[in-house]
């Protein structure tokens, strides 16, 4: 299980943000108070150690995983040591993990240098390692823990640098320099009986153990090319490096070691880890650094090495361990994976650890939260949102995005899927909906709209086992509400449109609505529509509109309110509305009067906010990096306005400005007065009136609908008695 990092903080009072909208306006009180959260990182997993029924991880982006395989098709972590740095080396001896790396122990104070070394990590509570004390070595790429000392192998920048050094470690939080030599550049280090074996790039060579005070070369071997891995089983060596060249090094006889094998057919020059096993040896690598490939030699005869299978994966792996015909695998971004050779014509994966990604979307279910965490989903025990703890991880999918309705999952990833969570630790996959890449579905009663492209998709669940496409919309959708017969669809850049889909096999379009920034949510309240509008790519001021429904042919503005953040996801839960940013903030809105919604509060969290639910009094936020739990309150305060109104007369900037058809103008007045608002063209003729009248004292709105005006400058005049402001704005079609 993965260690939880409380953050418990003090409550925070937000201060009132209020845009004296009305008159009547309430001086509101919100309170959000962050409860506890769970970190996610995208984990890389470069080194594994399998000691008894312990696998140790040395992970890039996290530090140190202790994962349980006592039941290898249920790995389950229970203990972690986060470090600093980026860790790539990993040994384990008496209950202490030595884990190294090149950048391990973070950036110096001046952020001009990361800083190489290893940690010593004391694991005899596999649930709460703790370090022993941080050593600093340059350019660590090898550790070696065997009989008290740990030989540690480096590559070096000048010449007179030492590549590998022995440490005393018997006591391991006071440790001792024995040795150092500095031949050549390590790459990997191997204890084999009474010697130590260095592999480097140019062949191979021995130390003895007799006495790790002095370290002395005993034998030397060059193979005469430049190697990337090897690994050492019995008294063969196994390398691979150059020119897609793997050899066989006998090790039993005399200086120098013979070459007693090769095989030149491996697809690619660049090598990640070897396996031997018996008489067969796995070698892994990457062609492009992404992708990974793998093969399983026969090397019972050296002489006549052959491909006789390779592993059932396409991830890039580190490195390597076989136990009794269990392969244990650091997969990369694709963290452990466990494979049974027992069969080499049928090798199946007997269970994986996979590394948390980024944190897409949040879906709660009774006491358990749902994370959408890309190539798998951990599920979070909510039911003391002060201390949540994950107690799952489901393996089999591909979340980028989740919906639940009752027992019911939607996953989106690389299609979308139905599951079934009757048992809530154990999602069932009942059946696919469409394969590919999509936009976050959306559930309807028994329909699923599924954007894709720049179409969008009804299906039919009332048969849950086989989902049927009932309609097709070339329309795009990143966000959909079905009512009725009526589909609303956010195509962001595209804009907002509406369609009757009465008749499923020919939608109708009724009403489309666009200006210069994108729609991104939608929420649907009886008659009146939210939407959440940003700029194309997130970030940047935003804004809410929110539009009267009851002619769908028709929308009409009634409230509009501009933000500083875009937004991009809206949760409601009675009058507020929790709005979700790409720029690290969360906005509650006020939306008790809906022709004048007033900002209430927010929060900044770290990360953007890419998906939130609220239930009863919780906020539960996806912000990539962590899964957020906050507590809020929310007094509504129903008497007169005592906030002093505008204190003078003005003229916003209308927004969009450019814009494509419709813009919203702001104005502010200091004392009921009798106005005009006008748009006029260059010439001085006039285009519009927007509003005439007497207006009482407050902020008011005021929407240009341009629809049959040619694009050009214009100009917004707002004239009160002898008071007259003007506001250029330009209309691009």
């Not at 995208?42 to 594994?48: M, N, S, Y």
């Amino acid at each position: 299980m993965m260690k939880n990092f409380k953050n418990i903080l003090s409550s925070i009072l937000l201060s009132v943000v209020m845009l004296n909208a009305s008159v009547t306006t309430a001086n509101d009180t919100l309170m959000i108070r962050p409860l506890d959260s769970l970190p996610y990182d995208w984990g890389k997993v470069v080194e594994l150690k399998v000691i008894d029924e312990f696998v140790y991880l040395a992970d890039e982006n996290f530090g140190l995983r202790i994962i349980d395989v006592s039941n290898p098709s249920r790995p389950n972590q229970v203990g972690s040591f986060r470090t600093p740095g980026a860790p790539s080396v990993i040994d384990i001896e008496n209950n202490r993990v030595y884990l190294g790396g090149s950048g391990i122990g973070g950036w110096s104070n001046n952020w001009d240098f990361q800083i190489s070394g290893f940690y010593v990590i004391d694991v005899q509570d596999l649930a709460n390692p703790h370090e022993d004390i941080f050593c600093p070595v340059n350019n660590i790429t090898s550790l070696e823990a065997i009989g008290g000392t740990l030989y540690v192998g480096c590559h070096r920048n000048r010449l007179e640098d030492s590549t590998l050094y022995a440490f005393d470690i018997t006591n391991p939080e006071n440790l001792w320099l024995l040795a150092t030599a500095s031949r050549f550049n390590v790459l990997d280090l191997i204890a084999v009986n009474d010697f130590l074996c260095v592999i480097h790039q140019g062949g191979l060579a021995t130390y003895h153990f007799d006495n790790p005070w002095n370290l002395r070369l005993s034998r030397f071997s060059p193979i005469g090319s430049s190697y990337d891995i090897g690994a050492i089983s019995g008294l063969r060596a196994y390398m691979a490096g150059y020119n897609s060249r793997f050899v066989i090094l006998d090790l039993f006889s005399v200086d120098p070691f013979p070459l007693i094998g090769q095989y030149m057919n491996l697809p690619s020059r660049r090598f990640n880890c070897i396996g031997p096993w018996g008489d067969r040896v796995i070698v892994c690598g990457d062609s492009v650094g992404e992708y990974g490939w793998n093969r399983i030699l026969d090397v019972s005869d050296p002489e006549n090495i052959s491909e006789i299978g390779d592993l059932p994966t396409t991830d890039r792996l580190e490195d390597i361990e076989i136990v009794d015909d269990i392969a244990f695998t650091a997969a990369n971004y694709g963290g452990l994976k466990i494979f049974d050779l027992n069969d080499l014509n049928a090798i199946d994966i007997l269970g994986a650890l996979c590394n948390p990604g980024y944190v897409n979307d949040v879906a709660i279910s009774d006491h358990y939260a749902y994370l959408a965490n890309g190539g798998c989903m951990p599920i979070v025990d909510i039911s003391n949102p002060e201390d949540i703890r994950e107690v799952a991880i489901f393996e089999d999918i591909d979340a980028s995005s989740l919906l639940i309705r009752d027992t019911l999952m939607i996953v989106e990833g690389n299609g979308v899927s139905l599951f079934s969570i009757a048992d809530p630790l154990s999602p069932r996959r009942i059946s696919t909906i469409r394969n590919g890449d999509n936009f976050p579905p959306s559930l309807w009663g028994d329909r699923v709209v599924v954007g894709s492209g720049d179409f969008t998709y009804i299906y039919s669940i009332s048969r849950i086992e086989r989902p049927a496409l009932i309609s097709t919309i070339p329309a795009r959708s990143v966000n959909s509400i079905l009512s009725g017969d009526l589909l609303y669809l956010a195509g962001g850049e595209l804009g907002l449109t509406v369609w009757d889909v009465s008749h499923p096999g020919s939608p109708r379009l009724t009403t489309q609505y666009r200006n210069n920034y994108a729609v991104n949510a939608l929420e649907l309240i009886d008659t009146l529509l939210v939407t959440g509008w940003g700029y194309y790519y997130g970030g940047g001021p935003g804004a809410i509109q929110i539009f009267n429904t009851s002619n769908p042919g028709n929308l009409r503005e009634i409230g509009y309110l501009r933000l500083e953040a875009d937004v991009a996801e809206i949760e409601r839960k009675d009058s507020l509305l929790f709005l979700g940013s790409e720029s690290e903030e969360m906005a509650v809105v006020n939306i008790s009067n809906p022709a004048e919604p007033s900002l209430v509060g927010g929060y900044e969290i770290e990360g953007n906010v890419a998906s939130l639910e609220v239930v009863e009094d919780i906020i539960f936020t996806a912000s990539y990096d962590k899964l957020g739990v906050y507590e809020f309150s929310f007094e509504p305060n129903s008497v007169e306005n005592k906030d002093p109104l505008p204190k003078e007369f003005m003229l916003s900037q209308p927004f969009p400005n450019p814009f494509n058809s419709i813009t919203t103008i702001r104005y502010s007045l200091p004392e009921t007065s009798s106005i005009k608002l006008s748009v006029f063209d260059l010439s001085g003729r006039g285009i519009a009136t927007l509003a005439s009248g007497n207006r009482i004292a407050g902020v008011h709105n005021a929407v240009w609908n341009a629809e049959g005006v040619g694009s050009g400058l214009y100009f917004v005049r707002l004239e009160a008695g002898a008071k007259t402001m003007t506001q250029k704005v330009m209309l691009v079609k």
